[in-house]
């Protein structure tokens, strides 16, 4: 939208043409982008013997004739140099010049300028030839009037969304000229392989690989069932700030594609700049977005297959807005429910500009691309193949009306200095034929079929102004726009870089039917009868009858129009994407002789649209559901505590906005360039307070979407960035300009941070820098270290947050790619501050903004990228991605705002609204169990303590374990008021030590306590000594279990002495209450008894524990023993002795048998 004053000499300015031109321009044209903007100036010549003579010479040293006509009408394009005036005053100084007029001069297409010094000297060539222009039709002395409602901002039209593209761009590219945004389409390739091997795998191939991603609904919750999700939060319901420009409300955010349901009237597609594609299925009263897990929101182009509305395609990339590439079409074949990403191979990063399925053959579809090449599908786009190779900018697609011999398919391509092409196919995009175009103007290109007449086309050439119409099949062509709305130069025409559509409908009349044209532009243009007249209809009629344009203050429609679609069961029903939404216009065919009874009927679909663009956010100290936000073309909409219905509060493209946490009836809000309102009564009133580059003076760089800073320690001081630093102070109503008496960046400053607790110190970024007073902007000193050891990259420094109780501890973020995009540095004040990369594990896509934990700031942070929200629990050491794993869309989000008091977090996306998250709240404290360590089969009481007391109703806190053998309840409660809850925690015995891990979790806050549990070990004999004994079988080992495993001994003989075996065990470590023993044994000969002893460590002698007699059979004997005689308390040693004797003289060598000889250790 351009907020500028129309004077009516601008409006009707321009070459009006009476007849169709003779000129006309080879298919094969200039193929090279040229980025100048021309400078053209209509003539009219009186007609003689020697006309064309006269035309020769009439342009000799002043530039070249581009079009001219019988009736004497000339067009001559000045040469580099040669300036419109001193052009006219020659042209007037002639006899056979009856009139000469300047042309308003044509922007070129700003969004193929891949450089940013480039891009920003295009615009400023623009703009100084818009106003050599003004000049030349005298305007100069008027403009310097006063302005009225609505007109802050640039004063030179088409401009205003290049504007902050190339703020966008030089953020991004910086320090390189360029930004390709492969970056994006990098990441994409990346997150789709990591969806297939998480999910369901690929699912087919079309020489690249696919993906399935879930539409509706798609939410995994990777952070436990009670971690928070986002939730959208508007804006909904936006009123429109006034109604030139904006039309009538409510108003919503850019929409690039629409297209209606093949055979439900009611149900819908849009597809948002960088919101995805959402579906009504109630004619607009609500909207569902369908795609927000896709890895990137950008939507072009939309179509539903005729025969079978299950299969949706949808063209992605943001062609109109230039920032992100496409991943391919998205393919639908359940109505939305998944998605596969189809043809990446053949497609690539291009963005796709349209789509159409063969109406006589359903399963072929044409697409094209703005990066080169026809594209067709022959499988209802599941797969794709090149249908004609060319390297144009393929931006324009149409089918015509059935004909012998097929239909045709008709492609166009154009570009900024490109004279546009046009090509034909007769047999479903098998082969291509060029086509011989009327004009000689570059630019883009809008092409139409009519729906009655096979062979009649219609062209609209950008670089010309003007639409063309051919009967048969482009054989030859009739200029149509001679009565275009205003002349067919006028201000509508000048974003047509950005906004231009041309779609064919028909009506009709009492000789059969005729072709009704829509001519999208800044307005939306309408002709009902074949382009022999036209009328502007953004505005509806006024009361006279007289249709108004939506650049009026008769607007209905917001202007800026980038895609219509027909109703294929109704042509007179239309659905129109703006930037400020959708819009269903229902045509009411009057007396087909004179029109003059026509009414359109218009719907306006935005409440319940979830597409607004938010640059800059705020948000109330109390309320969560106070926010406002500044949004591409829809000026600053404000909640006011209402998220159902929005207000709007400002002008233009809205910028930097904030809201005095100390009295939140004074807030800011601006538009464009640093345009700058304060309201102290709540937005009563509001008064402006800066009016850009005629508040801050010889500033050499005033950013188009500008930064608002408040101070947070009194509310009382504003700081507003230019190239440098600038405060207002509420309390006086004044301005102290640059701050520190210099520019504190080589371009605008990006990034503002005032220490909590201190407002001496000031922070700001830029392009590779960071500047810090600590004397409230009296002087300022580098801290960055740019390109030394321990210093920052040569990045712009997109967001500065302070420590809020250590002014020594920032973290920041940084734009571009090719290096880490958070930094943290402790101690700003040294003579060399160290600055610590903290962003490993983060995506290689530009950071915007960032934001520490109120209850944690030392190491939970949030960063907001170019393609969603991460954060870090670590200080950084790893990230977590919270987008689509909490619900928030895939999307560029530029500011976060983080609130202690309302635990929020609220996100402004550019593409998808408004978004808030609940903070995980850190309320819990400490976690603790006694006793600890406990003995395994006892109980441990654990105590769990809140940081602050519980609310009312009490705090659930979640329970879990991670040890089999260690059992907790599923929740603890802390009544309301208290800190402290206690739980039991139940464990099992066993003979072996072990630990679990005790985690008390509330909304994603963890806090973790490690049990170790004593086991009661059961000791096997670390050594035996034998004497007059001799091993027969068995291991030490065999005595564990009783398990008929036998450790034999045999008697040698009985008559050298008794035969006995010494048993050493060794206690483990750690308090020991009691020891038991257990022996399993037996004998092979019945006169034989068996002995045990204890060695007592006190006395040094062996203590009788046992004899039996005659064990011929197995004979279990337990017992206890005395830990403090039967250990050595140093060595921990436990000895037993094990002993024959026979009780019959026969009995010589008897053998022994062990099963079992352990002791049991009590804890």
């Not at 991603?213 to 009123?239: M, R, S």
């Not at 820098?769 to 580098?782: K, L, N, P, Q």
């Not at 049990?1011 to 050594?1023: D, F, I, K, S």
């Not at 005689?1125 to 009995?1147: F, L």
Request: charged share 15%.
């Amino acid at each position: 939208m351009n907020l500028f004053k129309l004077s009516r000499t601008a409006l009707v300015a321009g070459l009006v043409v009476t007849g169709a031109l003779f000129s006309t321009a080879s298919a094969q044209a200039s193929t090279s982008p040229n980025f100048t903007t021309h400078k053209d100036i209509a003539v009219t010549v009186r007609e003689s013997s020697s006309f064309w003579d006269n035309v020769a010479m009439l342009a000799q040293g002043i530039g070249t004739v581009t079009h001219r006509d019988p009736q004497g009408n000339v067009v001559i394009r000045l040469f580099e140099g040669v300036s419109y005036v001193d052009a006219m005053e020659r042209l007037e100084g002639r006899a056979n010049v009856v009139k000469a007029e300047p042309i308003a001069p044509q922007a070129p297409i700003f969004l193929q300028i891949r450089s940013v010094k480039g891009l920003r000297n295009a615009i400023e060539e623009y703009r100084e030839t818009y106003a050599e222009y003004r000049e030349a039709l005298g305007e100069e002395e008027e403009e310097k009037g006063g302005k009225e409602e609505g007109e802050e901002g640039d004063e030179t039209p088409g401009l205003d969304y290049i504007e902050s593209y190339l703020q966008y761009m030089e953020i991004r590219a910086y320090p390189a000229d360029d930004w390709d945004g492969s970056a994006y389409y990098d990441w994409a390739r990346t997150y789709i392989a990591q969806q297939n091997n998480k999910y369901e795998g690929f699912i087919g191939e079309n020489r690249d690989k696919q993906v399935r991603l879930a539409g509706p609904g798609f939410n995994p919750n990777f952070q436990g069932a009670a971690a928070p999700n986002w939730t959208f939060i508007g804006g909904t319901d936006i009123n429109a700030p006034y109604r030139i420009y904006f039309g009538l409300s409510p108003v919503n955010g850019r929409v690039n594609a629409v297209a209606f349901h093949p055979t439900n009237p009611n149900t819908f597609l849009a597809g948002g700049a960088e919101g995805g594609v959402w579906r009504t299925t109630d004619a607009g009263v609500n909207w569902t977005p369908l795609g927000d897990a896709w890895p990137t929101m950008g939507v072009n182009a939309l179509a539903y297959k005729p025969n079978d509305p299950n299969v949706i395609l949808v063209g992605t990339g943001d062609l109109n807005g230039g920032a992100k590439p496409g991943i391919g079409i998205m393919r639908s074949a359940d109505g939305g429910t998944t998605w596969t990403s189809t043809g990446t191979g053949v497609f690539g990063s291009a963005r796709i500009r349209r789509i159409s399925f063969d109406p006589d053959n359903n399963n072929i579809v044409y697409a094209t691309t703005a990066t080169g090449n026809v594209v067709r599908s022959t499988d209802a786009g599941a797969t794709w193949n090149v249908a004609f190779a060319n390297s144009q900018r393929w931006t324009e697609l149409a089918v015509g009306a059935p004909r012998s011999g097929g239909r045709n398919i008709w492609a166009g391509a154009g570009g900024s200095g490109i004279s546009p092409v046009l090509f034909r196919s007769q047999d479903q995009g098998a082969t291509w034929t060029a086509i011989t175009l009327p004009g000689t103007g570059t630019g883009n290109i809008g092409v139409a079929a009519s729906p009655v007449n096979p062979d009649t086309v219609y062209v609209m050439r950008t670089g010309d102004r003007q639409i063309y119409k051919s009967i048969n099949a482009g054989a030859t062509w009739t200029n149509t726009t001679t009565t275009f709305p205003n002349g067919s130069s006028n201000y509508n025409w000048s974003q047509s870089w950005y906004d231009w559509y041309l779609r064919c409908s028909s009506r009709p009349t009492a000789s059969g039917n005729d072709d009704v044209l829509y001519a999208g532009l800044i307005d939306i243009v309408q002709s009902v009868d074949g382009g022999a007249s036209w009328r502007s209809i953004g505005g509806g009629k006024n009361s006279s009858g007289v249709w108004q344009a939506a650049y009026t203050n008769s607007a209905i429609v917001h202007q800026d129009n980038h895609d219509v679609a027909v109703d294929p069961n109704n042509p007179n029903r239309i659905l129109v994407g703006t930037d400020g939404g959708v819009y269903l216009l229902t045509f009411n065919d009057g007396t087909s002789s004179t029109q003059t009874d026509d009414t359109i009927t218009y719907g306006n679909l935005n409440r319940r649209l979830g597409v607004t663009q938010f640059y800059r956010i705020s948000q109330h100290p109390t309320n969560r559901n106070y926010v406002k936000g500044g949004t591409q073309d829809n000026s600053t909409p404000h909640s006011f505590g209402n998220l159902a219905d929005w207000a709007n509060i400002g002008a233009g493209d809205g910028a930097g906005n904030a809201i005095n946490p100390f009295n939140i009836n004074q807030q800011y809000n601006s538009s464009q360039g640093q345009n700058i309102y304060a309201t102290t009564n709540g937005y009563g009133s509001q008064t402006t307070i800066a009016s850009g580059g005629s508040t801050f003076t010889g500033q050499s760089s005033i950013p188009f979407i500008g930064l608002l800073r408040l101070d947070p320690n009194n509310g009382q001081y504003l700081y507003a960035n230019t190239s440098s630093l600038n405060r207002f102070n509420r309390a006086t109503g004044t301005w102290t300009l640059q701050l520190g008496g210099r520019a504190l960046d080589t371009s605008s400053i990006n990034s503002i941070a005032i220490a909590p607790g201190n407002s001496n110190r000031i922070l700001v970024g830029g392009d590779g820098r960071i500047e810090m007073s600590t004397d409230f902007g009296v002087s300022f000193a580098r801290i960055d270290r740019q390109g030394q050891a321990n210093g920052l990259p040569n990045r712009v420094v997109t967001e500065i947050a302070f420590h809020p109780t250590n002014q020594q501890d920032v973290v920041v973020t940084l734009s571009s790619s090719g290096t880490q995009h958070v930094y943290r540095c402790t101690n700003i004040d040294a003579a060399t501050p160290v600055w610590t990369p903290v962003g490993n594990g983060l995506p290689d896509i530009p950071a915007n903004s960032i934001v520490r934990h109120p209850d944690d700031p030392n190491n939970t942070w949030y960063v907001a990228m170019d393609v969603g929200v991460w954060m870090t629990k670590n200080g950084g050491a790893t990230w977590t991605d919270i987008t689509t794993p909490r619900g928030l869309p895939r999307v560029r989000v530029d500011e976060l705002v983080i609130n202690g008091v309302t635990r929020q977090l609220t996100a402004g996306t550019f593409g998808r609204g408004m978004w808030q998250l609940e903070i995980e709240p850190y309320i819990l404290n400490t976690l603790s169990a006694v006793p600890n360590p406990v003995v395994g089969g006892n109980t441990s009481v654990a105590t769990l303590t809140l940081k602050r007391p519980a609310p009312t109703g009490g705090l659930v806190v979640n329970l879990a374990d991670n040890s089999p053998l260690i059992s907790v309840p599923a929740t603890v409660t802390v009544a309301a008021g208290a800190t402290s809850a206690n739980f039991n925690i139940t464990t099992t015995s066993d003979p072996a030590d072990y630990n679990g891990t005790i985690t008390a979790e509330y909304l994603g806050d963890e806090i973790q306590m490690n049990l170790n549990v004593l086991g009661e070990p059961l000791l096997v004999p670390a050594t035996a000594t034998l004497f007059n004994y001799t091993l027969e079988s068995g291991t030490l080992n065999d005595l564990r279990l009783s398990d008929d495993v036998r450790y034999s001994v045999k008697t040698i003989n009985m008559e050298n002495g008794t035969p006995t075996i010494t048993f050493t065990y060794v206690a483990p470590a750690g308090a020991i209450s009691g020891l038991t023993y257990r022996h399993e044994f037996r004998s092979d000969i019945e006169k034989t008894n068996c002995r045990l002893d204890v060695w007592n460590w006190n006395t040094n002698q062996w203590e009788l524990l046992f004899l039996q007699g005659s064990p011929i059979s197995d004979v279990v004997r337990t017992g206890s023993l005395n830990v403090a005689t039967h250990m050595n308390s140093s060595t921990r040693e436990i000895r037993t002795r094990i002993s024959s004797t026979r009780n019959s003289r026969r009995v010589v060598r008897p053998l022994m048998e062990f099963d079992t000889a352990t002791i049991q250790v009590i804890r």
